[in-house]
């Protein structure tokens, strides 16, 4: 049995950490590394996370002192690179329950090169899907029906299967981890930052596994996104207690748009959650007509838009949501030629959603397109847009190593 280094952080999550703390020792024993890190908390993380280190040998423990909160996207990277002193390190949440044996499937499979990911079960707070098992054993660690989830722990188990996905909670090599350069910082405090990692650990040549023998029972989401937790209604059906907070829902579009700048798409992968990466190309817009609304939805859909009207109180009010340098990405017509690799032109007059569809979906056109060759230069269009081609070069490998 090699140990494990589990990573978790946490912020304002007391009660669902010692929940999965408990677990671990419980069901695990203490062979494994715990490094935890508090995130600022207010409700005694820290005090708690203290006591437990004078008494368990094995607990690494880490604070942000503020005052503001640096993330999970920051914590994991600082849990890993400074703390964790096991060949495996394993992202873990702080609402999750470790089953037996969940150690004996990630050595089983773990190597240098391969992500293991654990199969969730968890309670129907969110839809059902292929890559994880809906069964209710509580929504909060006081109904935790934890003799019931042992009990039927072998009826979930799928002897020998493996599917090919990844999410949390995922082990992999250190050196792997560190060899890409973790996290990317553009996502702090949270969000988007595990799909960029996927998707570089995909390009990096990394095989996925999930295993279909060792379990987490999870929570879901007792963060920033549902900080109030889950209820029951009185026919005993669950749900959040309230929507997503304010705080989340910025951060996750910031996040987006951020992923969007990188890699030019959405975020994509299959029914198994195995990412799924298009070509990233140098993709300018040339935009007649343009006005504020329109640039901001735009822009992080190339690597340069120009734009006919005064950018400015955009690059000024954006700036603080990005990493990207944006008057390198705002130009002007009449100050600039563009030298991108493909140019696609419009009058934003003509401008609809449906023309917005080809836009998010261009990646795929231009990949999918039989008709271009990897050395095609010329010009064709496209509904209202003028698509120059100079060059079909693409990006995406020069996305794998982080740099911070």
Same mark, same amino acid.
């Given at each position: 049995?090699?140990?494990?280094?589990?990573?978790?952080?946490?912020?304002?999550?007391?009660?669902?950490?010692?929940?999965?703390?408990?677990?671990?020792?419980?069901?695990?024993?203490?062979?494994?590394?715990?490094?935890?890190?508090?995130?600022?908390?207010?409700?005694?993380?820290?005090?708690?996370?203290?006591?437990?280190?004078?008494?368990?040998?094995?607990?690494?423990?880490?604070?942000?002192?503020?005052?503001?909160?640096?993330?999970?996207?920051?914590?994991?990277?600082?849990?890993?690179?400074?703390?964790?002193?096991?060949?495996?390190?394993?992202?873990?949440?702080?609402?999750? *329950?470790?089953?037996?044996?969940?150690?004996?499937?990630?050595?089983?499979?773990?190597?240098?090169?391969?992500?293991?990911?654990?199969?969730?079960?968890?309670?129907?707070?969110?839809?059902?899907?292929?890559?994880?098992?809906?069964?209710?054993?509580?929504? /909060? $660690?006081?109904? &935790?029906?934890?003799?019931?989830?042992?009990?039927?722990?072998?009826?979930?188990?799928?002897? @020998?299967?493996?599917?090919?996905?990844?999410?949390?909670?995922?082990?992999?090599?250190?050196?792997?981890?560190?060899?890409?350069?973790?996290?990317?910082?553009?996502?702090?405090?949270?969000?988007?930052?595990?799909?960029?990692?996927?998707?570089?650990?995909?390009?990096?040549?990394?095989?996925?596994?999930?295993?279909?023998?060792?379990? #987490? *029972?999870?929570?879901?989401?007792?963060?920033?996104? &549902?900080?109030?937790?889950?209820?029951?209604?009185?026919?005993?059906?669950?749900?959040?207690?309230?929507?997503?907070?304010?705080?989340?829902?910025?951060?996750?579009?910031?996040?987006?748009?951020? &992923?969007?700048?990188?890699?030019?798409?959405?975020?994509?992968?299959?029914?198994?959650?195995? $990412?799924?990466?298009?070509?990233?190309?140098?993709?300018?817009?040339?935009?007649?007509?343009?006005?504020?609304?329109?640039?901001?939805?735009?822009?992080?859909?190339?690597?340069?838009?120009?734009?006919?009207?005064?950018?400015?109180?955009?690059?000024?009010?954006?700036?603080?949501?990005?990493?990207?340098?944006?008057?390198?990405? #705002?130009?002007?017509?009449?100050?600039?030629?563009?030298?991108?690799?493909? #140019? #696609?032109?419009?009058?934003?007059?003509?401008?609809?959603?449906?023309?917005?569809? *080809?836009?998010?979906?261009?990646?795929?056109?231009?990949?999918?397109?039989?008709?271009?060759?990897?050395?095609?230069?010329? /010009?064709?269009?496209? @509904?209202?847009?003028?698509?120059?081609?100079?060059?079909?070069?693409?990006?995406?490998? @020069?996305?794998?190593?982080?740099?911070?």
């Amino acid at each position: 049995m090699k140990p494990i280094s589990f990573i978790q952080p946490s912020r304002n999550n007391l009660k669902y950490l010692k929940w999965s703390y408990n677990s671990i020792r419980k069901n695990l024993g203490y062979i494994h590394e715990i490094c935890m890190a508090d995130d600022f908390s207010s409700d005694g993380t820290w005090e708690w996370m203290r006591e437990i280190a004078k008494t368990d040998p094995n607990v690494k423990i880490h604070r942000n002192e503020g005052p503001t909160r640096l993330g999970h996207t920051i914590l994991y990277d600082t849990l890993i690179n400074d703390y964790a002193t096991n060949d495996i390190v394993m992202i873990y949440h702080a609402d999750m *329950y470790a089953c037996p044996g969940l150690d004996v499937e990630i050595n089983k499979h773990i190597k240098k090169g391969v992500v293991v990911s654990l199969t969730r079960i968890e309670p129907p707070l969110h839809p059902d899907g292929p890559e994880k098992i809906l069964a209710d054993y509580g929504i /909060e $660690p006081e109904e &935790f029906n934890e003799h019931e989830l042992l009990r039927d722990l072998d009826k979930f188990k799928d002897k @020998g299967k493996t599917t090919e996905g990844i999410f949390a909670p995922w082990a992999i090599m250190k050196e792997d981890f560190q060899s890409i350069g973790g996290h990317d910082p553009l996502y702090a405090p949270q969000s988007k930052e595990d799909s960029d990692i996927f998707n570089r650990f995909l390009l990096n040549g990394y095989k996925f596994v999930q295993t279909w023998e060792g379990f #987490v *029972y999870h929570m879901t989401c007792r963060g920033s996104r &549902f900080a109030d937790g889950a209820k029951r209604n009185p026919n005993g059906e669950v749900f959040m207690k309230n929507r997503e907070t304010d705080e989340w829902l910025k951060q996750n579009i910031k996040s987006t748009r951020n &992923f969007i700048r990188k890699w030019g798409h959405f975020v994509k992968h299959d029914a198994l959650l195995k $990412p799924i990466v298009p070509p990233k190309y140098n993709i300018g817009f040339v935009i007649k007509n343009c006005n504020y609304e329109l640039l901001y939805e735009l822009e992080p859909w190339c690597s340069t838009i120009y734009v006919d009207w005064a950018s400015k109180g955009y690059i000024d009010a954006e700036q603080q949501n990005t990493m990207f340098d944006l008057k390198n990405r #705002v130009k002007s017509i009449v100050e600039h030629t563009p030298d991108n690799d493909i #140019v #696609v032109k419009f009058d934003a007059m003509n401008f609809t959603s449906e023309q917005f569809n *080809y836009i998010t979906q261009l990646s795929d056109i231009l990949a999918n397109d039989e008709g271009i060759e990897h050395d095609t230069v010329g /010009e064709f269009d496209l @509904g209202i847009f003028k698509i120059q081609i100079n060059s079909v070069k693409t990006y995406e490998e @020069g996305l794998i190593k982080c740099t911070h």
